[in-house]
């Protein structure tokens, strides 16, 4: 019940946005009142359609599902020749690797093609989003550690090199890259006086002020695991001007940042973005990129991370006042084009 009133508090973020801007175009919008999850949008002419949490009636169905899997859609963009992240396997809970007749991809597996990779790397859920659950380990504690936490929610890991640079999402709509922006991991900038504790309970006081819903896990032991590796604790004070970074992904719903760089993408990542949306099979998606370097030079070395079929805009647009009007633009976008 906890995690489906999770989801209904975030998914409210989305019929709101919908509701307020579908009289622009002369829509209607109901929504279903017990859960308000579910909603739909009544055009001009008639033409209905239907909406749950971030997932639009836009995207087909497979296409979307397949961008649901990691795995799966990682195998596709490999075939067509997209960098993808290097080494990344899956690995199941003993009661799926059973039912699949793959008792052999294991926990123990898993840990056994970490030590072939080479530590760091990354373990993540297969089909989770929000970067929840994800963590980079260096050592055998932290991975058994990070898996089991992964096991607890998803049937399926994915063990994989991790890969450095900055982290983008691009928001591509048919032909066009709509939003684009930098997403940096949640941190703290010291004043020489506030323990990294403090620091964080003031930052997330600003979410608050600011009508953020995002919510800092203080107790998170990724973070403390990220603080001991830079020879820190939550009680550590940083000295003025010293940035500290709490985790390893960059999600803003994690409590991460983000830079808006739609203005400032190279045409190259722009066309690549949109071809590999089109390449998927979708109409709408979030294209996550880890880029060696700067958008807004040609590409050299990058990956696509993973791409999102529901590339909800709801953290993005609590950040503020001009990213949430910018979201509202974009989502009359998105409905011009299903009213098509």
Known sequence: MEEIMKNKKESLVLGEIIQKIAPRIGAKVLIE????????????SGHK????????????????????????????????????IPGSKTFFTDSWG??????????????????????PVMVKPNSGSQGSNVALV???????????????????????????GQDYRLVVLDNEVISAYQRIPLNVMGNGKRTIAQLLKAKQREFTRAGRDTHIKHEDPRIRTKLLRQGLSPASVPKKGVRVYLLDNAN?????????VTGNVHSLFKDAAVRLTKDMGLRLCGVDLMIDGDINQPPKIWWVIEINAAPGLDHYAKIGKAQATLVEKLYLKILKSIEK
């Open 98 to 119: 059973k039912a699949v007749g793959a008792s052999q991809r294991n926990i123990d597996a898993a840990f056994r093609h970490a030590q072939k990779l080479r530590f």
């Open 49 to 84: 359609s239907y909406f749950r949490y971030n997932t639009l009636d836009l995207n087909p169905v497979g296409s979307s599902d397949i961008a649901k899997d990691k795995d799966y859609a990682d195998f596709f963009m490999k075939e067509m020749g997209y960098p993808t």
């Open 252 to 260: 803003l719903s994690t409590g991460g940042d983000s830079v808006d």
């Open 138 to 164: 260096h050592n055998k504690r932290e991975f058994y550690r990070a898996i089991r936490a992964v096991f607890k929610h998803d049937r399926v890991a994915l063990v994989q090199k991790p890969v450095h």
């Open 33 to 44: 009142p017990v859960w308000g999850i579910v909603g739909q949008i009544t055009f001009k």
